[in-house]
Nanobody, 124 residues
Framework: QRQLVESGGGLVQPGGSLRLSCVDSGFPLINYMIGWFRQAPGKEREGVSC????????SYTDSVKGRFTISRDNAKNTVYLQMDSVKPEDTAVYFC?????????????????WGQGTHVTVSS
């Protein structure tokens, strides 16, 4: 049974860094599209970044380009989201999700498996 587990969230000051991890304990993350999404208080969930574990191609929403980096370690069955130069508006619950069909472009409706989320708070 697939189980996605996110970790790495916490409190970070503006301008700081944080690395989120997403581990799939049920299936190897091979030939899938893995996405990071976030939901801020009172707002709808939005896509942050995606990576294909087949070819490593990535995509980012405009607000995080140049600050966040998504990567994968297939041997560890883990996808990471490196968050640098964080801003208060990055405060949200961050979720990872799996599209088992590795579809392009990365679209939220393609993702059928979701983790429980990890909280990120950017505040001084």
């Amino acid at each position: 049974q697939r189980q996605l587990v996110e970790s790495g969230g916490g409190l970070v000051q503006p301008g700081g860094s944080l690395r989120l991890s997403c581990v799939d304990s049920g299936f190897p993350l091979i030939n899938y599209m893995i996405g990071w999404f976030r939901q801020a208080p009172g707002k709808e969930r939005e896509g942050v970044s995606c990576i294909s574990t087949s070819d490593g191609s990535t995509s980012y929403t405009d607000s995080v380009k140049g600050r966040f980096t998504i990567s994968r370690d297939n041997a560890k069955n883990t996808v990471y989201l490196q968050m640098d130069s964080v801003k208060p508006e990055d405060t949200a619950v961050y979720f990872c999700a799996v599209d088992a069909f590795n579809r392009r472009p990365c679209t939220e409706s393609h993702f059928g498996y979701w983790g429980q989320g990890t909280h990120v708070t950017v505040s001084s």
